[in-house]
């Protein structure tokens, strides 16, 4: 966990000075970490750490974003390589 902390999540420094700020950066950094190893469950469920590593799979969840079209929100295209990984793993990204 150490690890992931320190080289994914780069949270091995803080230059903050102030409690709240420290104690808000731990809160996110411990929710990014839980879905870092829920991710990994995934994968190791599925039999697909062999292939993709959690790294893979954050890099194509960054991937996606929605627009705003006539003030509605919209998800654009997933690649066909986003979309099959996701099938793979049972992740449903929801249009709406």
Do not use: C
């Not at 993709?52 to 974003?65: A, T």
């Amino acid at each position: 966990m150490f690890d992931v902390f320190k080289n994914l999540l780069e949270v091995d420094q803080t230059y903050m000075q102030n409690k709240e700020p420290l104690e808000g950066r731990n809160f996110i950094n411990t929710i990014a970490l839980q879905w870092y190893y829920k991710i990994y469950q995934i994968l190791l469920l599925e039999k697909l750490l062999s292939k993709y590593s959690v790294h893979d799979v954050l890099l194509h969840l960054s991937e996606i974003r929605k627009i705003k079209i006539n003030n509605k929100w919209k998800l654009p295209e997933i690649n066909n390589k986003t979309q099959k990984l996701f099938e793979k793993l049972n992740i449903n990204i929801p249009i709406t």
